[in-house]
């Protein structure tokens, strides 16, 4: 946390006119990309909580744009919402507006600030090991898929361009290893392997766009399952959070990315690969919280891309952390030394169980789909 957190955070707040003075912060560290701080403000008798964020401007090149997607995303889910009945603070995410009238405040130059209402009573989850959970978070990104469905993506930005392009990513990433900058290749020729072993599989989505079998849709293109608020009480889904990526993608990477991030029976950095595996109680709950939510809105060729999203998105996160590795650990934040590689492995791990599972997993989701 920078030493001056406090009265920078006291200057976002006084940008987004928010009322009252802070009596209470701390940082959420639970991101890989941007900075998340808690803030507490107390104006009188009272006391409203806030969600300030810091755009990371090394991997969002254009925040401006990132913000009009949000805007407009947001704004359509509360109309959508609206029409079904719910209203409230804690069911929808708002962004304050500067006194100029914009959504996001430069503090210097590549400082990027953001602002919004904190859900209270929220509970949203690093690890999961209960279904419930997963089916939850299945309901959330399947409602999240129904309501934009009539979203006009021409409108939106592409944020990070060709962001689930697995293709590309293992394109750039074997120019990468060609390149070796860091000289960090050697000490991972195994990883290498396996995900050249892979490339073919890993281009198999890619190949099913090309040839217009599966439709794009606005997707959230980071569906992990602290990306969702959830009651803490009943477990139902308020809010989808963390908009920066949505763009047009497919529902199998929605998908893919949840069950990759908490089907995991481990964190997706675990070091002990002995405990990663896919649980496939866990796939199930999910795959039926999306499916129903979903409602008709899947193309019978987009449910059977489903688990193949699962097994295509984990070796692509893969791709990205080994990546991140040897390119001198410019994306990701990490804690330690080697934490990238760590990550790698867990992913790689993880996919091989999958593969391993992958006619399980259509089965699943075969049987839900004929219900
Ligand atoms: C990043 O910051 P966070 O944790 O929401 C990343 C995702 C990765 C994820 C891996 C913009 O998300 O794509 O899947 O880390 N976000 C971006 O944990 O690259
Ligand atoms: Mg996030």
């Not at 409230?88 to 995410?93: C, H, Q, V």
């Not at 990027?112 to 690093?126: C, G, M, Q, T």
């Not at 089916?135 to 592409?158: H, I, Y």
């Not at 399952?225 to 763009?247: A, R, S, W």
Request: with cysteine; glycine share 6%; charged share 25%.
């Amino acid at each position: 946390m920078p030493m001056n957190i406090e009265s920078t955070l006291r200057q976002v707040c006084k940008a987004f006119r928010i009322p009252g003075e802070i009596v209470e912060y701390r940082a959420l560290t639970s991101g890989n990309i941007n900075s998340t701080y808690y803030v507490m403000c107390q104006d009188g008798q009272e006391k409203k909580d806030y969600l300030v964020q810091c755009v990371n401007a090394y991997v969002f090149k254009n925040p401006e744009r990132v913000m009009h997607n949000i805007e407009l995303v947001t704004e359509h889910i509360r109309r959508k919402n609206a029409i079904q009945g719910i209203t409230g603070r804690r069911t929808r995410l708002h962004f304050h507006h500067t006194a100029e009238g914009r959504n996001y405040y430069v503090l210097k130059e590549g400082e990027f600030w953001r602002l919004s209402n904190f859900i209270a009573d929220s509970v949203s989850f690093d690890v999961a090991d209960d279904p419930k959970v997963l089916k939850m978070a299945g309901k959330a990104f399947g409602q999240f898929a129904r309501q934009l469905a009539d979203f006009d993506a021409s409108q939106l930005f592409e944020t990070i361009p060709h962001f689930h392009d697995t293709r590309q990513r293992l394109e750039t990433f074997f120019a990468h290893v060609a390149e070796d900058s860091c000289g960090r290749c050697d000490e991972v020729r195994e990883e290498i392997a396996v995900i050249r072993a892979a490339y073919d599989f890993g281009c198999r989505l890619n190949v099913m766009v090309d040839r217009g079998e599966l439709p794009l849709r606005v997707t959230h293109n980071d569906t992990k399952t602290n990306n969702v608020l959830f009651d803490k009480d009943t477990l139902e889904p308020l809010v989808v959070i963390d908009l920066d990526t949505v763009m047009p993608g497919l529902a199998a990477h929605d998908f893919g990315d949840t069950i990759r991030f908490a089907a995991n029976t481990a964190a997706e950095d675990e070091a002990d690969l002995s405990k990663v595996s896919l649980d496939l109680e866990l796939f199930r709950a999910f795959a039926e919280g999306y499916i129903v939510a979903a409602g008709g809105l899947l193309t019978n060729a987009e449910k059977e891309s489903l688990a193949l999203g699962a097994v295509t998105i984990t070796l692509e996160q893969a791709v990205r952390f080994l990546d991140d590795y040897i390119t001198g650990d410019k994306y990701f934040k990490t804690r330690y030394p080697g934490h990238n590689l760590v990550r790698t492995r867990c992913q790689l791990a993880l996919f091989q169980d999958m593969i391993d599972k992958f006619d399980e997993m259509n089965a699943i989701v075969q049987e839900i789909a004929d219900k």
